[in-house]
């Protein structure tokens, strides 16, 4: 009887010490992953979601696999890694009061199931039900990816909701640093050689002309939009406000000819010595400033639908 | 009173000689017409210094009041020297349409509205 | 000498100058009467009202100058802006546009005109941009001649890209800004080019004015400057450049901290600072040539030289310290997000969301500018060939002009004045090039060449071939020159061109091609004009199905059903952007409208639309809400309503409270943006759902309800309302306003008082409590 109960009494104190509690074994499943839990079967992912936690999660739902070919999976998932990495450097006992975790499509579906995900990168942050940060409601926040995929932003906006604030840091560019730094090099070196050539109006003309077709046709539009070359086959893109990178190549070339011919016909023909030699000039000029301008607005009637103007075409 | 004797002694003691050769060209080359304008410009220049002065070590309390003196004496400053610009004889063939008379006429007007906008910036 | 064309033979100089000066006025004219005239669709197709969003604040502002006088203007406290936080109005405005249409209302009224404000305010835009043709006349006049200007002043008074902003009815800062700044830079190279300090003083002025007038001085705060700063580094500074830049920059920056909106701004923010620093530059240099004039021992002027620049350096960094640490300011958001484009939308979103201030796509260009958009490059190339001063500030502004106008649409109005100088410059040097009739001897060995310029000098005898071909291309004959001397026969015109155009065929070719691209500009301009840009957006117009004109009046309806049925201090909610016209039209205290100064406000009524009923009715007391309008274009496939707007709505929201609103919830998990069934509870829920689709679809009688718009099918159950009732609906729905009821008098909140109105029962949470007797 003695023996049975000291057995019972050393059982139950031998699982009181080996039973962990959640927390613990998620900060060691933390530690493990440097800073990032892998969630690799749905009692993870229950256990992060606890209805009785006073913890907080950041979970990432991803499709690493290339199989999946998800793009911005692969584009966000470095940021996300890095954020996490950051948030290891917080002192106890912030850093176990939240967590990180990744979930891959692949081996673990069925939670992207039972959350009814169709897509990916989607990131929740699941925060506290109980303890001094604790929320009434469990619906998850939802990050929003409007700012990109960047790791700055995604410190920024979670770090209104995490315990302390993410000490992310940004790592230093080196490399453009150092491009510029060879690029100054490299101007001051050729300064010398280069002057001349800066001196010549032409060159200050060249670049100014080029600069002023690129920015009427358009160039900051499909930077600002981060518009594709041409899209679908199509190099036109539908609709007056938008446009292709491909169109501003079109047109800023259309206008460049139109304005050249202008300044043949004014600079270059009545210079011409021969009458014969001027007049075939004059006409071609014309032709082609005729011929190009009717390009130039059908072009602009497949933008603009309603335009009721046409020339030759 | 060559400057090329200045610049041989200048290598010895630079500033002081360099500065009183400066004097000296100055005084021998200047037209009286223009020492006159230069003396007015150093007496803006002075109170113009004076406001700035009080400014950082007193108050800058009104500020637009600080502002409105300190403006007219640049702005006096710099319509007096363009009119010395104007007159000197040096400078003829720069300004072609502007005579050493239209010069005064355009200072006194410059100044009238330079004074009547400090006048109301006053406060 | 050859001519491909005969001149007539008996005209005197005398003759030929005033007629050339009559035709100049008479052409000046017509372009002005043009320039009023294409401006005024709006007013002929509808009626004479004030246009747009903007434009009613600066009516009622104007109303009040007008009727009040300029002490009470100058000190007007608004307290029905804003509410209930108020807006001093004459300290946050620029006072230039109404203190203009003030003084012509005071001078018609002195000499017994009585116009109504109304008619000036309207008016004020086309006939300033009469006075805009005529500034830019006598900008490009200086940059080549008479005949350049006439064109530019032609292109100018027509050009769409200048009339979106100046329509008869756009009673906005662009319509007087646009001219102050044209004349603006005339004056300053006017001034450059005499070394004037009066021409100075004129652009100080004009500059005051224009800093009045418009925010976009920072423009030529900037503009002026930068082109001193390329003069100086390229070795051509001059005394009549100190005159001119310093007479302008002491006065114009005194002159400008006068208007109180902008106050100490010139010496204390970054934007300001180039000026500053380009005047301290100036002095410095002019001071080191004075110097250097009385001792021109090199060894001296290195030593001037190497202090020159130290203190230069040493000031730049001087402003870069104050800077850094704060007592300058940073530059602004709004002209910062012009270099980070990515700025605004991170940062400001109400600056992102506003649609003038997206990057503009090649269409918009071509639209505004038609074939001056090509012609413009050629210009660029001719100020490159002469290059005087003037001619690198044209380019300098080119450059500059393009970028922004590339970055911001808005910004297309300060790239339509230069695009029209250089087009008109190179245009005019084609047309004269043509037009001349003299033609060069077909031999080329002929070295006479006469050079006929202005002041008509007698053709000088052989002269080498070198030096003809150099003055015949520096003076391309100007025909009207040509005219005079070939009237001049004691002048001997043995002397032949080297350089021209051969054949009558060849010019009428061209000349004719150049008329029929002129003639289609016009036509463009004017079909632009008349379709695009002469809407008065307060009114909607459309064809019925016989083709009849179809006017819809929707927001006046609404505005004048709230001015003649609501108590006089009766609070209106409604989205910012309809802040000025519910002030203007319907005359009540708004919560937010389109100065958008008060971002966390802003924010308050977003949350209010894009949160549920019981979350948004405390906010709607405590601010004393007695109305909410709301747009709804889902009935007739109006595209500008809130719905559409709503996002941006829950963005700025979700700025200021991120834990209560976050954007992803208002789309379906799949993460579309749809109101129908699959809308998110988070959607349904919200304000402004609720008040956009209420009684929608009983509208369509048991068919399926469709929102027009966004072409999808609303839900057969629509919402229900407890906090709020339906007050009025348009007649094609577009604006709809609902009251906001009181609390309960017994303390209930609404949603049960309702319930029990009809007659359900409340569940019991608790059971009941046995009654036990007291004995």
Same mark, same amino acid.
């Given at each position: 009887m003695r023996l049975s109960i000291f057995a019972l009494l050393s059982l139950s104190l031998g699982l009181v010490a080996a039973k962990k509690s959640p927390q613990e074994e998620l900060t060691e499943l933390a530690a493990a992953g440097n800073g990032v839990i892998k969630v690799t079967n749905e009692r993870t992912f229950d256990l992060l979601t606890?209805?009785?936690?006073n913890w907080s999660a950041a979970i990432q739902f991803t499709?690493?696999? /290339?199989?999946?070919?998800c793009k911005p999976c692969s584009e966000f998932d470095p940021s996300f890694t890095a954020v996490a990495k950051a948030w290891t450097?917080?002192?106890e006992p912030e850093r176990s009061d939240h967590f990180w975790a990744t979930l891959d499509f692949d081996e673990a579906q069925q939670v992207f199931q039972k959350l009814s995900?169709?897509?990916?990168?989607v990131v929740h942050f699941y925060m506290p039900l109980?303890?001094?940060?604790?929320?009434?409601?469990d619906t998850p926040l939802k990050y929003d990816f409007s700012h990109g995929f960047e790791a700055g932003p995604l410190a920024e906006q979670l770090s209104s909701h995490?315990?302390? /604030?993410? /000490?992310y840091k940004a790592p230093i560019d080196w490399a453009s640093w150092a491009v510029y730094a060879a690029f100054g090099l490299f101007f001051l070196v050729t300064l010398p050689l280069v002057a001349p050539f800066l001196q010549n109006r032409w060159v200050w003309a060249a670049g100014s002309i080029v600069t002023s077709l690129i920015m009427t046709s358009g160039y900051m539009f499909t930077r600002i939009r981060g518009?594709?070359?041409?899209s679908g086959g199509q190099w036109i893109a539908a609709g007056y406000q938008s446009q292709y990178g491909q169109e501003t190549q079109v047109v800023a070339a259309i206008y460049g000819l139109l304005g050249g011919s202008f300044l043949m016909l004014t600079?270059?023909?009545?210079?011409?010595?021969?009458p014969a030699r001027q007049r075939t000039q004059v006409y071609v000029w014309t032709a082609i400033i005729f011929v190009v301008y009717s390009i130039l607005i059908a072009l602009f009637k497949m933008k603009n639908r309603g335009y009721p103007f046409s020339l030759l075409f | 009173m060559a400057p090329t004797k200045s610049a041989s002694s200048s290598k010895a003691a630079p500033s002081s000689s360099a500065i009183h050769s400066l004097w000296q060209a100055y005084n021998d080359e200047t037209p009286d017409r223009l020492k006159f304008v230069d003396a007015f410009l150093v007496f803006i220049m002075l109170s113009g210094a004076l406001q700035f002065l009080y400014c950082i070590l007193?108050?800058?309390?009104p500020f637009n009041a600080f502002l409105a003196g300190f403006s007219s004496t640049i702005g006096q400053f710099v319509l007096t020297a363009s009119l010395r610009s104007q007159v000197n004889s040096e400078n003829k063939d720069e300004f072609k349409e502007v005579s050493p008379e239209r010069a005064f006429a355009d200072f006194a007007l410059g100044s009238i509205v330079l004074h009547f906008f400090v006048f109301n910036f006053l406060g | 000498m050859p001519v491909a064309y005969p001149l007539p033979k008996d005209l005197s100089p005398a003759t030929v100058a005033n007629t050339a000066s009559l035709l100049r006025i008479v052409a000046l004219a017509l372009i002005s009467g043009a320039a009023i005239a294409s401006r005024l669709f709006a007013v002929v197709n509808f009626e004479s009202i004030i246009h747009e969003f903007d434009p009613w604040f600066n009516y009622r502002a104007t109303k009040v100058l007008a009727e009040k006088g300029f002490y009470e203007f100058w000190n007007w406290f608004d307290p029905?802006?804003?509410?209930?936080?108020?807006?001093v109005v004459g300290g946050t405005i620029y006072p230039g546009l109404m203190a203009t249409s003030g003084v012509i209302y005071s001078f018609l009224h002195a000499i017994n005109?009585?116009?109504?404000i109304r008619n000036i305010c309207v008016m004020l835009a086309p006939g300033f941009s009469a006075l805009t043709a005529w500034a830019t006349y006598m900008f490009t006049k200086e940059l080549k001649d008479e005949s350049a200007g006439l064109l530019a002043a032609a292109f100018m008074g027509i050009v769409p890209g200048y009339i979106s902003r100046s329509? +008869?009815?756009?009673?906005?800062?662009?319509a007087i800004a646009i001219f102050l700044l044209m004349f603006t830079f005339y004056a300053w190279i006017k001034a450059l080019k005499q070394g004037s300090a009066f021409f100075g003083t004129v652009a100080a002025v004009f500059y005051f004015y224009m800093v009045a007038a418009w925010g976009g001085y920072a423009f030529i705060t900037n503009m002026i400057p930068l082109h001193s700063l390329v003069l100086i580094l390229m070795g051509r500074y001059t005394n009549r450049l100190y005159v001119a830049y310093s007479s302008w920059y002491a006065i114009g920056t005194l002159s400008s901290m006068q208007v109180p909106f902008v106050g100490f701004q010139p010496v204390s923010t970054s934007e300001h600072m180039g000026a500053l620093g380009v005047f301290g530059l100036l002095q410095i240099i002019a001071f080191s040539q004075l110097i250097h004039s009385h001792l021109p021992s090199k060894q001296f002027k290195t030593v001037v030289l190497g202090s020159v620049i130290s203190i230069g350096l040493l000031g730049t960094a001087a402003i870069v310290t104050l800077t850094v640490r704060g007592s300058i300011a940073p530059w602004t958001g709004r002209f910062y997000s012009m270099w980070d484009t990515g700025y605004a939308k991170k940062y400001i979103p109400i600056i992102a969301s506003v649609s003038e201030h997206q990057p503009t796509a090649w269409p918009s260009f071509f639209m505004d500018l038609q074939f001056l958009i090509f012609l413009f490059p050629a210009g660029v190339v001719y100020c490159f060939k002469q290059l005087r001063d003037e001619h690198l500030f044209v380019i300098i502004y080119a450059v500059v002009a393009s970028y922004f106008a590339g970055v911001m649409v808005r910004l297309m109005l300060t790239l339509t004045p230069i695009v029209c100088v250089t087009a008109a410059v190179a245009l005019s040097e084609l047309l004269d090039t043509y037009i001349d009739p003299q033609e060069p001897d077909?031999? +080329?060995?002929?070295a006479d060449v006469a050079a006929p310029s202005d002041n008509a000098s007698a053709a000088t005898p052989s002269k080498k071939v070198k030096k003809a071909a150099a003055a015949a291309s520096a003076a391309p004959s100007n025909p009207i020159s040509d005219l005079v001397n070939a009237n001049a026969?004691?002048?001997?015109?043995k002397a032949s061109k080297s350089r021209g155009i051969f054949g009558l065929d060849t010019r009428i070719a061209v000349i004719f091609n150049t008329t029929m691209m002129l003639l289609f500009f016009v036509a463009h301009c004017t079909w632009v004009t008349s379709s695009?840009?002469?809407?008065?957006?307060?009114v909607l117009a459309s064809t019925n199905p016989d083709g009849s004109q179809h006017i819809i009046d929707d927001f006046r309806e609404a505005y004048y059903w709230l001015r003649q049925n609501t108590a006089e201090d009766a609070v209106v909610m409604s989205w910012w952007d309809y802040g000025y016209q519910i002030a203007g039209m319907a005359d009540r205290p708004t919560?937010?409208?389109?100065?958008?100064?008060?971002n966390t406000h802003i924010a308050t009524v977003g949350k209010a639309m894009s949160s549920s009923e019981e979350v948004a009715y405390p906010i709607l007391r405590k601010h004393d809400v007695d109305y909410i309008l709301i747009i709804f274009g889902g009935l007739i496939g109006y595209s500008g309503d809130d719905i559409n707007k709503f996002l941006w709505m829950v963005r700025i929201a979700q700025g200021v409270w991120p834990d209560e609103i976050q954007?992803?919830?208002?789309?379906?998990?799949?993460g579309d943006y749809r109101i129908?069934?699959? +809308?998110s509870q988070a959607m349904k829920d919200s304000l402004m759902y609720k008040m956009s689709y209420?009684?929608?679809?009983?509208?369509f009688g048991g068919q399926q309800a469709t929102d027009?718009?966004?072409?999808q099918a609303v839900p057969k159950v629509g919402p229900t309302l407890d906090y709020i009732e339906e007050a009025y609906t348009s007649e094609n729905w577009i604006v709809r306003i609902y009251a906001v009821k009181k609390e309960d008098p017994l303390g209930r909140d609404l949603k049960s008082a309702n319930a029990f109105a009809e007659g359900k029962k409340r569940k019991r949470t608790k059971p009941m409590t046995r009654r036990r007797a007291i004995i």
């Open positions: 606890l209805p009785s936690r499709a690493l696999n /290339p199989q999946r070919k450097t917080v002192s995900l169709a897509s990916a990168p109980a303890g001094p940060r604790g929320r009434a409601k995490t315990p302390v /604030p993410i /000490p518009m594709p070359m041409t600079m270059v023909t009545p210079t011409q010595t021969s | 007193v108050t800058n309390f | 029905t802006a804003w509410y209930p936080l108020g807006r005109l009585p116009v109504d329509v +008869a009815g756009s009673y906005d800062n662009e077909a031999s +080329a060995e002929v026969p004691a002048k001997t015109k695009a840009y002469s809407s008065p957006s307060v919560l937010v409208d389109n100065n958008t100064w008060n954007e992803p919830n208002y789309f379906t998990p799949q129908d069934d699959q +809308a209420y009684r929608f679809s009983d509208l027009r718009v966004r072409n």
